[in-house]
């Protein structure tokens, strides 16, 4: 599966973004997506995790009740992390991952494939 993520940009704190992870392939629905992000000179962080039907979701302590992940498989192939409160510790490339394996992954080593990355930056 080839994932494409978008919707980076800059933004001030306590604005909001939404990314967006489009994947290739029919078998979509078989993966779960998630989120990563990874600062300058700082190791790749989990952000969040959503389930292959969508009904269970996971995220890091710092984006819970403030980051939204999504995904509608009979919509599309698509998967959507809304960001709200943004503040300038969530500055980063943001990258989506799909793992073939069922659960909610934390780890990164459970994910198959990754996207290419986008920049989000919060200024103060």
């Known amino acids: 599966v080839q994932l494409q993520a978008s919707g980076g940009g800059l933004v001030q704190a306590g604005g909001s973004l939404r990314l967006s992870c489009a994947a290739s392939?029919?078998?979509?629905?078989?993966?779960?997506m998630g989120w990563f992000r990874q600062a300058p000179g700082q190791e790749p962080e989990f952000v969040a995790a959503?389930?292959?039907?969508?009904?269970?979701?996971?995220y890091v302590d710092s984006a819970k009740g403030r980051f939204i992940i999504t995904r509608d498989n009979a919509k599309d192939t698509t998967i959507y992390l809304q960001m709200n409160s943004l503040k300038p510790e969530d500055t980063a490339v943001y990258y989506c991952?799909?793992?073939?394996?069922?659960?909610?992954?934390?780890?990164?080593?459970?994910?198959?494939?990754w996207g290419q990355g986008t920049q989000v930056t919060v200024s103060s």
């Open positions: 991952a799909a793992a073939g394996s069922p659960g909610i992954w934390v780890a990164k080593s459970r994910y198959d494939y």
């Open positions: 392939g029919r078998t979509f629905s078989t993966y779960t």
């Open positions: 959503i389930s292959r039907s969508g009904a269970g979701t996971s």
